[in-house]
């Protein structure tokens, strides 16, 4: 009887669960439509929905891709020494930090950001734009007040960063004593047993957290809102310039109506599809390595 209602209960959750993200997409689509379909007349501007949209997706790829390169060696990294080179008197406070760092607000982040790392990081900009103007993404220009995508990237990368470490952490951690002691037996240097042992054991797992991480990244709003200065699409990522989703949804939506709230709508349900593709993906790649466990 008990099981029965366990099972009950579980298959109810995934209903819900279903049912919530039906009625999530159902009132993206309803709601979105009138923009989606509207005229350039009609929204007021020189383009479609997509020629607005278009520029937007791309600052918010940018931005995430930019956070996840960036904070996933750096987490594996700190994952690594946390769980196999420091000393259980230091990897027990170090662990606590990082998760105390998943804590922190998002506001909290972007206020930091735009007051302190931001600027701190203008003689890099200034360095960048005056040595390397030949590649686009480090122009000629930049931003006296360092409130560049660039900037609001490298914030996103510190945000996710304690997310990924702290599944990496939990991960190696529960890698099987045996296949390390094995490895180490067979004359494997500590790093040729993390390669041999760890790695293959936690790979899938990785990159689920990698993917939790950019999750985090391409939805996150009030940080990149207080860090970047927007303005038009721009390859240089020194200036002043581009724009995420969920800023842009976030500084017009109060004000919005009618049409443009529609349009806005529009572009969080374009989100809401990236969402579902980047997800799509990780689980695609996530079931390729689920034949690979400790017993085999």
């Known amino acids: 009887m008990g099981d029965k209602v366990f099972a009950a209960i579980c298959l109810g959750a995934g209903i819900l669960i279903l049912l919530v993200l039906a009625g999530v997409a159902a009132f993206l689509v309803r709601d979105a439509a009138p923009a989606i379909l509207a005229s350039p007349d009609e929204l007021g ?6 020629g607005y949209v278009w520029p937007l997706v791309v600052g918010t790829l940018i931005a ?9 060696p750096v987490a594996i990294g700190i994952a690594l020494f946390i769980s196999h080179f420091a000393p259980k008197r230091l990897s027990q406070p170090l662990g606590y930090m990082i998760d105390l760092l998943a804590a922190i607000p998002s506001v909290v982040y972007g206020l930091w950001g735009a ?5 701190l990081l203008v003689p890099l900009y200034a360095w960048l734009s005056e ?8 122009g000629p220009t ?10 609001a ?7 996710i960063l304690p997310i990924v470490t702290s599944l990496s ?11 390390e002691e094995a490895a180490l037996a067979l004359g494997a240097t500590r790093w040729e047993m993390i390669k041999a042992a760890v790695f293959p054991f936690a790979r899938a797992g990785v990159i689920s ?18 860090v970047l200065s927007q303005g038009p699409l721009t390859a240089n990522l020194l200036n002043a310039g581009n724009s995420t989703i969920p800023a842009e949804i976030a500084l017009n939506f109060p004000e919005a109506f009618g049409l443009r709230q529609s349009e806005l709508i529009a572009a969080g349900l374009v989100l809401f599809v990236i969402t579902l593709v980047v997800n799509m993906l990780a689980r695609a790649i996530v079931s390729r390595y689920k034949e690979f466990s400790g017993a085999n």
């Open 115 to 119: 007051t302190f790392f931001g600027p």
């Open 64 to 72: 995430s891709g930019i956070a996840i390169v960036v904070a996933t």
């Open 142 to 151: 930049y931003s006296a007040a360092g409130r560049t995508l660039l900037t």
């Open 131 to 138: 040595n390397a103007s030949f590649i686009p993404i480090f």
């Open 169 to 179: 952490r939990e991960l190696f951690l529960q890698t099987p004593k045996l296949h």
């Open 153 to 159: 990237s490298l914030v996103l990368a510190v945000m």
């Open 209 to 226: 957290a990698i993917m939790l991480g950019l999750g985090r990244a391409l939805g996150e709003t009030m940080a990149v809102t207080l």
């Open 45 to 50: 501007r020189d383009t479609t929905f997509w």
